[in-house]
């Protein structure tokens, strides 16, 4: 069975413009949750999306955003890149619920913002 | 606030000994605990899930251990191998809001 894809792996922005990554769930999940890894703050979460609507959210401002299709698939975005969003920005997929069962993470989508 | 705390920060062991590693968390409303490893600018594998009413979990070589009470799980390495090599974190989903929160991790380096 394929495991979480995310595409595309590295992108290099300026400050300012806007971003699209995207993640494609184990066949079968239904949950997609999206994180941010930077060193001096770790893993943190995002957002959870299940059944096209947003279960969840974490502690960003609004210029992260996502959404989900009737496929599974995910997408987020952020607006008015900073240099602060230069990050490994890992999507995790699951069944039904990402605090109740084991969590598939993909490889990463890394993100440079000069 | 849910805080979870890996200590060491890092470490490093010669091969073959056996280690422990160790995630504190400070709320105990807790669905379960997670231990996963990343290699380095990789995605996460998923290594343990110890729900919430378990004690300890075991995988080949791992065994995690969790103590609801005191805030407190283990995760134990036998006989290291530098294939073991990553960075392990644990992670609490929270009964509360319904988010994961992540220990910033242990670097473990196996020393050939």
């Known amino acids: 069975k394929a495991g979480v894809t995310q595409t595309p792996r590295y992108l290099i922005k300026t400050r300012g413009q806007q971003v699209t990554l995207s993640c494609s769930p184990i066949?079968?999940?239904?949950?997609v949750s999206w994180y941010q890894q930077t060193p001096g703050q770790g893993l943190q979460f995002l957002f959870e999306y299940f059944s096209e609507t947003q279960r969840n959210k974490g502690n960003f401002p609004g210029r992260f955003s996502g959404r989900q299709f009737s496929n599974s698939r995910s997408e987020m975005n952020v607006s008015t890149l900073e240099l602060g969003d230069s990050a490994l920005y890992l999507c995790?997929?699951?069944?039904?619920?990402?605090?109740?069962?084991?969590?598939?993470f993909g490889p990463g989508t890394r993100l440079l913002v000069l | 606030k849910q805080e979870v705390t890996q200590i060491p920060a890092a470490l490093s062991v010669p091969e073959g000994e056996n280690l422990v590693l160790n995630c504190s968390f400070t709320?105990?409303?807790?669905?379960?605990l997670q231990w996963f490893r990343q290699d380095h600018g990789k995605g996460l594998t998923s290594l343990l899930l110890?729900?919430?009413?378990?004690r300890e979990q075991t995988s080949g070589r791992l065994n995690a251990s969790l103590d609801k009470s005191s805030g407190r799980s283990t995760l134990y390495i036998a006989a290291s191998q530098p294939g073991d090599s990553a960075t392990y974190l644990c992670a609490v989903p929270m009964n509360r809001d319904d988010k994961i929160i992540f220990g910033k991790g242990t670097r473990l380096h196996i020393l050939p």
């Open positions: 066949s079968g999940h239904r949950s």
């Open positions: 709320d105990s409303a807790i669905y379960n």
């Open positions: 995790a997929s699951s069944w039904e619920r990402a605090v109740l069962e084991t969590q598939y």
């Open positions: 110890i729900q919430s009413s378990q």
